[in-house]
Nanobody
Framework: QVQLVESGGGLVQAGGSLRLSCAAS????????IGWFRQAPGKEREGVSC????????HYPESVKGRVTISRDNAKNTVYLQMDNLRPEDTGVYYC????????????????WGQGTQVTVSS
């Protein structure tokens, strides 16, 4: 059974850092691409970052470039999203999702989703 479980969210002050985790089970990260998305209140879900099964990395919104790092630990079957210098506009629910092929910023390209973890950045 494919499962993705996010953790690591919380309340942090602007300028702080968080590391989100996406623990995968039921499949091996060696063969799949993982994307991170976020959804702010009242807004559509948007792609944040992605690491492909071959290790290619993409960051999507200009606002996060230089502030996020995505990495993968295949031994733990877990993908991490390190977020630094957080801003109030980073607030939202963060999701990880799986797809079979190359990275995509479009949520409809992903097959399986986690339940999300809340990130709140106070000013």
């Amino acid at each position: 059974q494919v499962q993705l479980v996010e953790s690591g969210g919380g309340l942090v002050q602007a300028g702080g850092s968080l590391r989100l985790s996406c623990a995968a089970s039921g499949f091996s990260l060696d063969y799949y691409t993982i994307g991170w998305f976020r959804q702010a209140p009242g807004k559509e879900r948007e792609g944040v970052s992605c690491i492909s099964r071959s290790g290619s990395i993409f960051h999507y919104p200009e606002s996060v470039k230089g502030r996020v790092t995505i990495s993968r630990d295949n031994a733990k079957n877990t993908v991490y999203l390190q977020m630094d210098n957080l801003r109030p506009e980073d607030t939202g629910v963060y999701y990880c999702a799986r797809r079979e092929y190359y990275c995509s910023a479009h949520e409809h390209d992903y097959e399986y989703w986690g339940q999300g973890t809340q990130v709140t950045v106070s000013s």
